[in-house]
Each structure stands twice: as C-alpha cells, then as structure tokens.
C-alpha cells in the first residue's frame, strides 16, 4: 500500500513546477475545523509541497514519499515536521495523531486499501 514506483518517480521530477503553480488553499473551514478539533498533531498526509501544513496548526506534520516535494515543503512551511513515507508504511504509533488531513492523496490509493 505505498505509492507505485512509476508515479513517485513523477513526484521527484516535477516537485519544483508543481510547486511553482502556488495554488496554495486559502484558510477556510476544512483546515480550520481539521486543526480546532485535533487532541494531538495533524499528519498531512502526502503534504506535496506543504501549502496546507500552515493552516493545520502549529503541531501539523508533513509526510510525503517523494523526497523532492518535502524539500518544496521546507520552503513553503519551514520548521514543521517532515517525514518521508507513504500511506501504507507511516511511522507513527496508534493513536499519536489528532487527525489525518489527506488531500488528493487517497487517489493514489487502491479501492481495495479504502475504508
């Protein structure tokens, strides 16, 4: 259950354009309620180049399995917490998280590891 080869490899070499489109999301409710409601930090869950690490909380951590998109989310939310991993191999023990934010991540995921 991790991200396939073919597609991370897409990650890696466009994480700098991606980042470069800057549609980065504007504070609105999702994050809002997401970070006001945690009892613990939040997991952006393939945080790409970390345009909603910000709006999660100060606690927010980032987890990307592409190497290059947590270097774009240095620059974009510097001094959160990163981590390298995938959906299917996270590093963190049960219940540690308030909460899992995953956008546009899910859909690299297959129907069968969905609940």
Known sequence: MSLDRE???VYEAG????AARDTRPEPGPPTAL???SADGPILDLGCGPG???????????GADPAAAMLGQARATAP???LVRAAAGALPVEPQ?????WAC?????LAAEHLP
Do not use: C, E, F, M
Not at 51 to 61: E, N, Q, S, V, Y
């Open 79 to 81: 001094g959160r917490a």
């Open 104 to 108: 546009k991540s899910l859909q690299h």
């Open 7 to 9: 597609t991370n490899a």
């Open 51 to 61: 345009w909603h690490l910000p709006l999660l909380g100060d606690r927010a951590i």
């Open 96 to 100: 540690s998280l308030g909460g899992v």
């Open 15 to 18: 994480a700098a354009t991606y």
């Open 34 to 36: 997401v970070a006001a």
